[in-house]
């Protein structure tokens, strides 16, 4: 309990889904800092009835006034629709025999107990419900447990609100306490609730999403294409979405003829629309043939959705599909005759049409296509495809007949693939505490059917080339390697092979491979760099040769940049397509697609060593310099999400984050933390274990608290020492409190902590955290890194300009006269608590700024910018300038955690859904 008696609690983070949403409760375990006890609220299981109860108002037996707090998570009906939202909880015991008054308040999140000035504000009373219930003898037989219901449109109103604005949580207290603060001291009000059965109940409903896919007889839209079709009887269709699987939806469509002069609006006359119909959220609906049409006119159609009742909530219009009738068209359908498993794999597709003078097709995955195959078979033409699926989610491929009067009439197919296949093989190739070098060399994909390590051969290991803490694998350019000793890749079908690689000198005469297989006299593939042109000019490149012949034909797939000095010393990834469907070769660096080039001869099986370190020519050659890591391999095509990620949408309801890897650094959960009550030399005292894997752990600095966060526990931090006890030595002490990264130098049995970085800051970088501040003034960093030039690699902060943002900010260079870039956000309550996230994205040259999960700010890197590394350690609660520490954190700080390597849009949303559903007590 806090010194007034605040009671504490924090709930299961379970959402039901569909229909009526449960938040159950549970409750930390009691435990004890400092000089002083103080109790937290258990389960219902602790033999201490006084920690077991909820209470609320002025205890009889102590007179100390009690409030209870319920923190509640919200993310999983961010944007809904609440159509009712009530607080239920069983009471236990009350003082009266009679009913009388509790209060619900919606109130400041939970931050810690005991310290009175930590304790949650209470902003409003938003309903009350009388109850009685009392256990003792004085009013005759003892009164049963009583379920207490908190129910008015005010809580559905604040629910909604909070779902509006994607709130990841809401805070509810009982109080003894009216809205104008009267009646606590009321000793009638005295009451016990078991914490375990308060819920927030919340009856929600998904908005139908945009109807997509629209086709008119099969032909697909396109925004800005007006496709033609041959028949005056089209039928409509769409695809109708919604995040509530189970639902039936209503269909409703318009339809109009477009005017001569082009352009349409609300008010332009609507033909008699086809029937709505009920279709399965997600579900594609069609209508009945439409009548009434002319020959050589233009017309427009679009499409709406609403759900059942009670709800009845519809979606918006869908945007316009245009086409034109010429019966002198030939049709034309594709059917998906093999679905592709996923982007970047095969699949089988047949065109097909009715109109006997149809000599050819045309097909692709955007409008027009141009591919052309001939129309065989007599009566109805046909033409059979095997082509790669180009992404997640929802595909449409178009096509076309063209008739011996070269007419040519429009069709497609749309298809959605599931989600992309994970790499075959993977070797991360870095050492770290607990993962020694036979490890690194072993394929890391559970179940990998490549059991046996990589065979080194004159390899060395180099320490925080990448990732502080760990040792990548360096080639010395003649005769260093890791190989397999038997082929991995199968080269006559799709495939994928990529890597991180980082020059330390750059080529001049030979080739420089990080990837290859041998076949008998050339290799099956090559990736790496190449020397080509007159004179020679080193560039990234994936090679493959038409036969085994060493003599034979090179296509390579090259970017049409040159490599320079300032390529060397830099970590760049590396990736070469196949796709055998279509015979084409491709390179992405650094997630762009660089260079393609044309494969025309029949591939060929490369059955050789699988080698990273060098290439083949008759024999090992073409040796790598430099360091190699995160080599994957694919039995499939890479496809361009792969490098993006993607965000869920309706037609693909997952995060992606994509195969660019950013490895985990550091990561600090606090739920096992305790405060410092002063600087020891116990190793137990004021440090916090890393969560990660690199065992690291967070120094903290005397008076830093320990109290209740996002989810479970966080790092409090106020400038004052906690203990309230004036006799106590470090009563009223002002502090300087935050938590600085320590690397363990020794062994686990003599350990040697000494500060350091967690993350490279002349590379791309992602670091994370939940915060929220005390108060919204000044200037307020919840992370950095400090360097030795005084000034921090870069700053996640809060920030009073312009109302209260958030920020994310890094230096050009390590002194006062480099450039400075923000990405900056409007921080709407900030006091809550919110997911920030800050990447630096070197490839791009962007920094980018997430709050809740949502790209907030993106902005170019100043044209100063150069690699440069902040070696100093990684600090949680203030920054660093030359004059000393500044921009003191006071607040809450959570969920820390940091990454080497630039995240997607995707990725921080798949880490922001992943931290607010897990329940505290994990």
Known sequence: MTSDGDVLLHPDQTLLTGGDAVFPVFIDPPWSTGKSRWAYATNNNSSNSDVTVARVGKSPDTGVLYRSFFDFPLAGIAKKYIAKAYVQATLDHSYSCDDTITYLWHAGPISSTPRTKWSPTMKQAI??????????????????????????????????????????????????????????????????????????????????????????????????????????????????????????????????????????????????????????????????????????????????????????????????????????????????????????????????????????????????????????????????????????????????????????????????????????????????????????????????????????????????????????????????????????????????????????????????????????????????????????????????????????????????????????????????????????????????????????????????????????????????????????????????????????????????????????????????????YEITPDPATCRVAEVGDFSRQLALTEGTWVGYGQRNKALLLDGSHFVEDPADPHYNQVTQEYGRAQNNLGDEINPNWSDGAVVRTDASFTVSAWARVDAATGRQTVLSQDHASGYSGFDLQFTDTSGGQWAFTIRAGATNTTAITTAAAAATDPTEWHQLTGVLDVEHRQIRLYVDGKLAATTPMAAAWQRWNATGPFVVGRSDQPAGFTDWFRGGVDDVVAYQGAFTDGGVRDLYDTQVSQTGDE
């Open 127 to 676: 309903e009350n419900a009388y109850s009685h219930g009392n256990e003792a003898d004085g009013c005759g037989p003892k009164d049963p447990d009583m379920t207490v219901t908190f129910e008015s449109s005010v809580i559905t109103s604040k629910i909604q609100d909070h779902a509006a604005n994607s709130a990841p949580y809401i805070t509810l207290a009982f109080c003894a306490c009216a809205g104008n603060g009267s009646g606590e001291t009321t000793q009638d009000r005295w009451k016990k609730f078991f914490p375990n059965s308060v819920k927030l109940i919340v009856d929600f409903s998904s908005y139908p999403g945009q109807p997509y896919g629209l086709q008119t007889t099969g032909a697909a839209c396109s925004a800005g294409v007006r496709a033609t079709i041959g028949t005056l009887t089209p039928a409509l269709s769409a695809v109708f979405p919604d995040a509530d699987g189970t639902q039936a939806l209503t269909t409703k469509w318009e339809w109009l003829e477009i005017p001569a002069t082009g352009t349409y609006n609300d008010s332009t006359p609507r033909k008699p629309a086809p029937a709505g119909a009920s279709v399965p959220a997600g579900g594609r609906s069609t209508t009945a043939a439409l009548s009434g049409l002319v020959n050589g006119k233009s017309y427009a159609f679009r499409a709406m959705a609403t759900d059942p009742a009670p709800y009845n909530l519809a979606s918006a219009w869908s945007a316009w599909c245009e086409f034109t009738t010429d019966v002198s068209y030939p049709d034309v359908t594709a059917t998906v005759t093999t679905l592709p498993a996923g982007p970047g794999e095969k699949g089988v597709f047949t065109l097909s049409s009715n109109t006997s003078t149809v000599m050819k097709f045309r097909y692709g995955w955007s409008s027009p296509p141009t591919t052309e195959i001939t129309a065989t078979g007599a009566g109805v033409r046909t033409a059979t495809v095997t082509l790669t699926a180009p992404k997640f989610g929802e595909n449409i491929l178009y096509v076309s007949a063209i008739n011996s009067a070269l007419t040519e009439g429009q069709g497609s197919v749309a298809f959605i693939v599931e989600r992309p296949a994970p790499p075959a093989n993977w070797w991360k190739l870095e050492t770290r505490p607990g993962v020694n070098q036979t490890q690194a060399l072993t394929d890391d994909r559970v179940g990998a059917p490549i059991a046996t390590p990589l065979a080194p051969t004159g390899v060395t290991w180099s320490p925080n080339l990448r990732l502080p803490g760990a040792a990548s694998p360096t080639f010395n350019g003649s005769s260093s390697a890791l190989n397999h000793n038997q082929p991995v890749v199968d080269t006559t079908q799709s495939f994928s092979v990529a890597a991180w690689v980082r020059l330390s000198a750059l080529p001049t005469s030979e080739d420089n491979v990080a990837v290859s297989q041998d076949g008998t006299s050339a290799a099956g593939f090559q990736l790496g760099v190449r020397m080509a042109g007159s004179p020679l000019t080193p560039r990234w490149a994936f090679v493959m040769k038409d036969t085994p012949d060493q003599t034979s034909a090179t296509r390579s797939a090259a970017a049409v940049a040159a490599l320079t000095s300032a390529d060397v010393g830099k970590w760049t990834h590396v990736a070469g397509v196949f796709d055998r469907p279509s015979g084409k070769m491709q390179l992405y660096v650094n997630g762009t697609l660089v260079g393609d080039a044309d494969r025309a001869a029949t591939p060929w099986a490369a059955t050789g060593i699988f080698s990273i370190g060098r290439g083949f020519n008759t024999t090992p050659a073409k040796w790598f310099t430099g360091a190699i890591a995160d080599v994957q391999v694919y039995d499939r095509v890479l496809v361009a999400q792969d490098f993006t990620g993607s965000l869920a949408t309706d037609a693909y309801p997952y995060n992606e984050p994509g195969m660019v890897t950013a490895p985990k650094t550091s990561a600090w959960d606090f739920k096992n933390a305790y405060p410092c």
